[in-house]
């Protein structure tokens, strides 16, 4: 799960390079390296650390002339995170270089019958290890470049998204890509490559979008020639023109890209359901069910199956399915289901839910369910991502680019996707009047405005934030549609300011956590008025018979709660199964202001990437 760059043509490398691996610091931030040719030789600089650290780095220590480069941005699978095992990685003979994302699973074999063969290995990763395959194939063979590539990656299992040059030979740069993303920018004699189109935005709208087990020469003067890895057969490129724009990835007078996602969402959540939620025609329109109608209400069961926040939003639909389209659902985490021997059938849906759309675990699930006859079905915010393509229908979040690792318009929307889906399919299924029908559609146009209010609490969240910002301990405690967004509340906290904390459904405090309640125990509790209120309010009052400290989410004008908490962060009225909508918010600010008191990395936290592309 790294993040790769190249460029080939006629303006200076170094900066494209550069700010394209700041852009693409989302998918690893461990090491960072670049190599640029300057017309006689290689000059390469690679660093632990962030890219701004490999820009101090590589600003005193080599040239950065050059109109051929490409750079990298780690999240270490093989070798711990250093300068020698920090990517870009040259061949024994100083003239291949290789930029890689993914991880080359059989790589000590093929080490250990290089080393027989004189090669010598600078870094413990398994790139250093396929660039000298190349190089050996290149050699023995007596082949070019991209033969060479195609050779050696027939023999290599594994994922990869790579780039290759030789020095010998820079008018072209050789890249491939099985399971993890690659991207080919198309200018005026000029080429970018990268594992998105964020870093080449401003330069060309034109991209390619390599398919598993492709490869391209990508030649200075010349049409790119995609080819298939295995049999060599001729792949034919498809130029999408994209639709991002340079303002969609930066952060926009935001200090944190998390922040101005989150303020991203009353806009997000508008852009999810427009052209698909009609609400005076009384209808909601979405291609890819209704081209697959049967299979949805025929469905016996719909499976659910995704990562980390994606998940939570699958256990909300679960919810909003059960209740509204009376379909069974069962959610399950991608990771798991994959290894199991799960029962699937042809008369099953399996909904894949992924921003990224790259997510390895949710990819694989997709794929098992598959073969065993499954319709399946993507909700992804990545345009063209892996899962996208992978999948038989699917519907996108149009969210925009989310770049902050802690996932925050992802979910929302996501929601809002599902809850279309399951109003549509409760239609069709005649599970409610015409009335309710049009009383959801209605409320869910009234959303937007609504997140809007929510995220006026903000200063009253950063005071609240101010007083448990040095817990070590929390609990998110929160009953049916609410309960998956206390999973998702504690997940937004534990990973950006590394608090531990743990999600709760309220009613199962007494079956332990209850133990853990004293007087340092904050308790976040989700506590609206619709949904069990008088239940979660004596889970609260059993709170404070043991001193906890409470916040609580309520409903505008609530009194009982109000009564008892600490702090409360009111959000507007709506129907119980769009609450999470709104109730999310504040969680999320919660989070977002600890970790900046913590002086925590919020949109990089340690140890993670956005994309999580290997298992
Ligand atoms: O791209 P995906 O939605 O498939 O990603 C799934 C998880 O990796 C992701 O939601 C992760 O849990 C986030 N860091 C949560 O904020």
């Known amino acids: 799960m790294c993040g790769i760059v190249g460029y080939i043509g006629h303006r200076d490398a170094y900066p ?14 461990d090491s960072a390296g670049i190599a640029l040719y300057d017309g006689t030789s290689i000059n390469l600089s690679k660093t632990k650390g962030k890219v701004e650290d490999l820009k101090n780095k590589a600003e005193k220590g080599i040239s950065l002339t050059g109109n051929l480069g490409v750079g990298h941005t780690r999240w270490a699978t093989h070798g711990v995170p250093n300068d020698v095992n920090s990517h870009p990685h040259y061949s024994n003979s100083g003239d291949l270089v290789i930029i890689h994302n993914g991880i080359i699973e059989n790589y000590e074999s093929i080490k250990k019958e290089l080393t027989k063969r004189g090669y010598t290995f ?44 030789d020095k010998q030979k820079p008018d072209e740069i050789v ?39 492709e490869m391209a020469i990508v030649r200075l003067g010349k049409e790119i020639k995609l080819r298939k890895i295995k049999d060599d057969a001729i792949a034919y490129p498809k130029i999408l023109e994209l639709q991002l724009n340079l ?24 852009d999810t359901y427009r052209g698909r939620l009609l609400a ?47 379909i069974p659902v069962e959610v399950e985490y991608a990771s798991e289901f994959r290894y199991r021997n799960p029962v699937i059938t042809d008369k099953d849906v399996l909904i894949a839910i992924s921003q990224s759309g790259e997510t390895a675990d949710t990819l694989a699930a997709i794929k098992l369910a598959k073969e065993k006859g499954a319709f399946v079905f993507g909700v992804c915010n990545v345009v063209g991502s892996s899962i996208a393509r992978e999948t038989d229908a699917g519907a996108y979040t149009h969210a925009g680019p989310e770049i902050g690792v802690a996932s925050t318009k992802a979910f929302t929307t996501q929601i809002t996707i599902l809850t279309l889906m399951a109003l549509k399919l409760g239609k069709e299924k005649g599970e409610f009047s015409e009335s309710k029908f049009h009383e959801y559609l209605a409320e869910l ?37 609410n309960f998956p967004v206390a999973l998702e509340g504690a997940l937004k906290l534990k990973e950006i300011s590394y608090i531990h904390a743990e999600g709760y459904p309220a009613a199962e405090m007494k079956h332990g956590p209850i ?19 008088e239940k979660v309010v004596s889970n609260i ?13 309520v409903t505008e004008g609530d009194e009982q709660v109000t009564e008892l908490a600490d702090h409360v962060v009111e959000i507007p009225e709506t129907i119980e199964s769009l609450t999470p909508l709104l109730t999310t918010i504040p969680l999320q600010l919660l989070s977002y202001h600890i970790a900046v008191m913590r002086n925590c990395n919020v949109d990089q936290p340690r140890n993670l990437a956005k994309s999580v592309t290997v298992e």
């Open 16 to 29: 494209i390079i550069v700010k394209g691996l700041q852009r693409l610091e989302y998918r690893g931030y």
């Open 122 to 165: 600078k870094s413990d990763t398994d790139t250093e290890v396929l660039v000298n395959l190349i190089e050996e194939v290149k050699k023995t063979e007596e082949v070019k470049l991209g033969q060479a590539v195609q050779i050696a990656l027939n023999q290599v299992v594994g994922a990869y998204a790579i780039a290759v040059f």
């Open 175 to 213: 890249v491939a890509k099985l399971g993890s993303p690659l991207a080919i920018g198309i200018g005026e004699n000029e080429f970018f490559i990268a594992s998105d189109a964020s870093p080449f935005i401003e330069f060309t709208n034109n991209a390619v979008y390599l398919e598993d087990q």
């Open 247 to 270: 303002e969609q990835i930066e952060k926009g007078g935001y200090d944190h890209f998390m922040l101005k996602e989150i303020y991203e969402q009353p806009h997000a959540i508008l």
């Open 280 to 326: 005076d025609q009384g209808i909601i329109r979405m291609a890819g069910i209704d081209q697959h109608l049967e299979k949805f209400v025929n469905a016996n069961r719909i499976i659910i199956v995704a990562c980390g926040t994606s998940w939570h939003a699958g256990l909300v639909a679960e919810y909003i399915f059960e209740d509204l389209a009376r």
């Open 445 to 481: 146009e009234n959303i937007p405005a609504k997140v809007q209010i929510a995220l006026e609490s903000n200063p009253l969240i950063e005071i609240i934030a101010d007083v448990y910002k040095d817990s070590s301990n929390c609990l998110y405690l929160g009953r049916g549609y």
């Open 515 to 533: 133990a853990l309640i004293d007087e340092q125990m904050p308790v976040i509790v989700i506590a609206t008025n619709k949904g069990h209120y």
């Open 541 to 553: 009052q059993e709170i404070k018979s043991r001193k906890g400290m409470i916040i609580a989410v």
